[in-house]
């Protein structure tokens, strides 16, 4: 049989205990406890060793609960699918990086991560692309009407254009979107586009106390770039862009 192990999603102050309703990764979900060490704790269950993890529903499982951790509590997020042998070796790891530990808890100590994330109006961000670009519309004035499979080297210099004028312009929004989150928000993270049209993709920080205010920051935001930026907000989560790896490979 290959037994179980003791999987650690977070770590947290000392006095914080998990609620009835904590659910970790399984099927069913597992019951999600502490092992505590001085002032700090882990959050922990007990999983099967006999599979992997890595399904989306456990993935989905530790973000829940760290989320739902985060809402009441600092927590640091642990590398997802960190599994040690039992409950001592946690409390071992609880003390070698306990001096780690604390430090950021209490930096985090009420604060939440939002990612706000943007994406170009497509015929509004190629119309100034062709607006600022002379070639570019020549380029679009002799492709108009053509076959897909004609003036090859034409399509490949415009899309060239294209591309290399959405990534000046998305710098120069991201520094914008920076500088407009920045009084409202303790950390920003810049994170790679997921998409060619993306406009911003960041990782923010937030003070749960200053949610109003970034709020409206981000309303004012979304304003500025109304029709030509589609702007939304995830969260709030755990602030998984903000802590330092405290695991080391297993």
């Not at 670009?133 to 399509?155: K, T």
């Not at 920003?188 to 106390?209: G, K, S, Y």
Request: proline share 6%; hydrophobic share 40%; glycine share 8%.
């Amino acid at each position: 049989m290959a037994g179980t192990g003791t999987l650690i999603y977070g770590f947290v102050p000392g006095d914080v205990e998990p609620t009835g309703s904590a659910q970790g990764i399984g099927d069913p979900p597992a019951d999600v406890d502490t092992v505590t060490y001085d002032d700090v704790a882990a959050l922990v269950s007990e999983v099967s060793l006999d599979r992997p993890l890595g399904r989306s529903a456990d993935l989905r499982a530790y973000q829940r609960l760290l989320d739902g951790t985060a809402t009441v509590s600092p927590v640091l997020p642990v590398r997802f699918g960190t599994v040690l042998t039992d409950r001592d070796a946690v409390r071992d790891l609880l003390a070698d990086q306990h001096d780690r530990i604390v430090p950021m808890l209490g930096r985090l100590g009420g604060q939440v991560q939002h990612m706000v994330h943007g994406r170009y109006v497509e015929a509004t961000i190629l119309a100034e692309i062709l607006d600022s670009s002379p070639e570019a519309r020549q380029l679009q004035e002799r492709l108009r009407g053509q076959p897909e499979d004609a003036f090859v080297d034409a399509r490949m210099r415009l899309g060239e254009i294209i591309n290399n004028s959405i990534e000046a312009v998305r710098d120069a929004d991201m520094q914008f979107a920076v500088e407009r989150l920045k009084p409202v928000t303790e950390d920003i993270v810049l994170r790679e586009p997921t998409h060619e049209f993306d406009a911003v993709n960041l990782a923010v920080l937030v003070d749960r106390q200053r949610h109003d205010e970034f709020d409206r920051a981000l309303r004012e935001l979304a304003g500025t770039w109304e029709r030509r930026v589609t702007l939304r907000r995830l969260g709030p989560s755990a602030p998984y862009d903000f802590v330092a790896q405290l695991v080391p490979e297993q």
